[in-house]
């Protein structure tokens, strides 16, 4: 298979149910394209110290859940926003 770009924005207003079947949703179209290379870019208002955030919500925990799951890393660092 070829490489996969996957552009990804999820509104701060959505639940976390709601967030839990949109990368469900996302999972499915990136496995199929496993083992090629794979990017991931988006604003998923999701907060972890795992991408640099000093502080952290549910999105951010389950967005690292799925980020192991799918054993992708995470090439962002930083605190300064993308958005102001």
């Known amino acids: 298979m070829g490489e996969i770009v996957v552009g990804m924005y999820f509104s701060h207003n959505r639940d976390l149910a709601q967030f839990e ?3 469900g949703r996302v999972s499915t179209e990136i496995v199929r394209h496993l083992p090629g290379p794979v990017l991931v870019a988006g604003d998923l208002n999701a907060k972890s110290a795992d991408w640099g955030s000093s502080v952290a919500n ?27």
């Open 21 to 23: 079947e949109y990368l």
């Open 58 to 84: 549910a999105k951010g925990k389950v967005l690292a859940e799925w980020v192991a799951e799918l054993d992708l890393l995470v090439l962002n660092r930083g605190s300064v926003h993308t958005c102001v």
